[in-house]
């Protein structure tokens, strides 16, 4: 045996800093660990922002949008009345000519409301980064059902507004002049001559039994739009619950 080089290398080994190599070790994984930390901190606060943005932009669309479709119900739930007043009125009389009267006809043979709501900030929200931003599960539901809620109201918007341009509209010009029914929506009332939009002496609308089959085809169908407008409210209303909470929490 070599004790020379045995000697050698306990001497090498004695004087080895092993403390420092030990110190500067664990340092160098200290600063490993702690730029993923950093990392994934500056990630996550990344992802905070994002969602917050996202947050507030949805809270002001569906704050529009609880504000239109309040006035949708406001307008089906009057053409629904509309539609009672006119089948209560005794067949064979005469529809009386009153400013009153000659809403109710418009509401009901002339014009239907329809939702249109805009969807930029679900759209960004039914994006892939979108969806992973909102991680409030209630809230995430509620926003990938929406576009189901919209697409069925919408349908009946539809079925109405063929009622109007294919039977409606046309059963009312077949009976009298419209230009008094028109009359009482400034919007479609421009420049139309005297004795268009008050003719004298006006054709009489009777309520025979034509006009109440009209009537009642509108009534079940306004009562259809009523209920999926009952959805769409109460969604709206638990969208709008949720972020208020969401963003309150976050901030």
Same mark, same amino acid.
């Given at each position: 045996?070599?004790?020379?080089?045995?000697?050698?290398?306990?001497?090498?080994?004695?004087?080895?800093?092993?403390?420092?190599?030990?110190?500067?070790?664990?340092?160098?994984?200290?600063?490993?660990?702690?730029?993923?930390?950093?990392?994934?901190?500056?990630?996550?606060?990344?992802?905070?922002?994002?969602?917050?943005?996202?947050?507030?932009?949805?809270?002001?669309?569906?704050?529009?949008?609880?504000?239109?479709?309040?006035?949708?119900?406001?307008?089906?739930?009057?053409?629904?009345?509309?539609?009672?007043?006119?089948?209560?009125?005794?067949?064979?009389?005469?529809?009386?000519?009153?400013?009153?009267?000659?809403?109710?006809?418009?509401?009901?043979?002339?014009?239907?409301?329809?939702?249109?709501?805009?969807?930029?900030?679900?759209?960004?929200?039914?994006?892939?980064?979108?969806?992973?931003?909102?991680?409030?599960?209630?809230?995430?539901?509620?926003?990938?059902?929406?576009?189901?809620?919209?697409?069925?109201?919408?349908?009946? @918007?539809?079925?109405?507004? *063929?009622?109007? $341009? +294919? !039977?409606? %509209?046309?059963?009312?010009?077949?009976? =009298?002049?419209?230009?008094?029914?028109?009359?009482?929506?400034?919007?479609?009332?421009?420049?139309?001559?005297?004795?268009?939009?008050?003719?004298?002496?006006?054709?009489?609308?009777?309520?025979?039994?034509?006009?109440?089959?009209?009537?009642? @085809?509108?009534?079940?169908? *306004?009562?259809? $739009? +009523? !209920?999926? %407008?009952?959805?769409?409210?109460?969604? =709206?209303?638990?969208?709008?619950?949720?972020?208020?909470?969401?963003?309150?929490?976050?901030?």
């Amino acid at each position: 045996m070599d004790f020379g080089a045995y000697n050698s290398v306990m001497t090498t080994s004695q004087t080895l800093p092993w403390k420092r190599l030990l110190a500067e070790a664990v340092a160098i994984v200290l600063s490993i660990l702690l730029a993923f930390a950093i990392d994934a901190w500056w990630e996550d606060r990344s992802d905070r922002h994002a969602e917050q943005l996202l947050l507030q932009r949805l809270k002001a669309d569906f704050t529009e949008i609880q504000s239109a479709i309040l006035m949708i119900e406001a307008e089906h739930r009057e053409s629904s009345a509309a539609c009672v007043a006119l089948m209560s009125i005794p067949e064979g009389s005469q529809v009386p000519s009153t400013p009153e009267y000659d809403r109710m006809v418009a509401l009901v043979f002339l014009t239907s409301r329809t939702f249109n709501p805009g969807m930029g900030a679900v759209a960004a929200f039914l994006s892939s980064e979108g969806a992973k931003l909102v991680d409030n599960q209630p809230l995430a539901n509620l926003l990938l059902s929406w576009s189901g809620l919209v697409e069925d109201l919408q349908e009946e @918007d539809i079925f109405l507004q *063929q009622g109007l $341009a +294919l !039977r409606w %509209i046309p059963f009312l010009k077949s009976r =009298v002049n419209i230009g008094p029914y028109l009359a009482v929506y400034p919007e479609m009332n421009v420049g139309l001559p005297a004795h268009i939009a008050q003719p004298q002496p006006r054709r009489p609308l009777i309520a025979d039994a034509e006009l109440v089959n009209n009537v009642l @085809d509108r009534y079940k169908l *306004q009562q259809i $739009a +009523l !209920r999926d %407008i009952g959805h769409v409210i109460h969604a =709206v209303d638990e969208i709008l619950r949720l972020l208020e909470g969401d963003i309150e929490v976050r901030f």
